[in-house]
Nanobody, 123 residues
């Protein structure tokens, strides 16, 4: 089992920034590709960002490219999502996700989920 605990969510004005963190425990962190998904009210959970085992490659959805950055620190068993130039449409619950070996491109490929952290962007 892998336990994932997110932190860093909150309320921010449009144009502002937040950094989400996800601390992992339970298994060897460097064996898992990590990612972030989000779910707005009434919508399906959608892919936001992902990062490979060693952090050498990252993937971002078109809606966040140029504004969000994903990174990881394998020594700290933590993955981060830096969110800049936030927009009201970024408002959602953000979930940390782990998949053994390969990046999860959609929610069906995720092995483990965090409990989620709320991000609210006011206009």
């Amino acid at each position: 089992q892998v336990q994932l605990v997110e932190s860093g969510g909150g309320l921010v004005q449009a144009g502002g920034s937040l950094r989400l963190s996800c601390a992992a425990s339970g298994r060897t962190f460097s064996n898992y590709a990590m990612g972030w998904f989000r779910q707005a009210p009434g919508k399906e959970r959608e892919f936001v960002a992902a990062i490979t085992l060693g952090g050498g490659r990252t993937y971002l959805s078109d809606s966040v490219k140029g504004r969000f950055t994903i990174s990881r620190d394998n020594a700290k068993n933590t993955v981060y999502l830096q969110m800049n130039s936030l927009k009201p449409e970024d408002t959602a619950v953000y979930y940390c996700a782990a998949r053994l070996g390969a990046v999860a491109a959609n929610r069906l490929q995720v092995d483990y989920w965090g409990q989620g952290t709320q991000v609210t962007v006011s206009s």
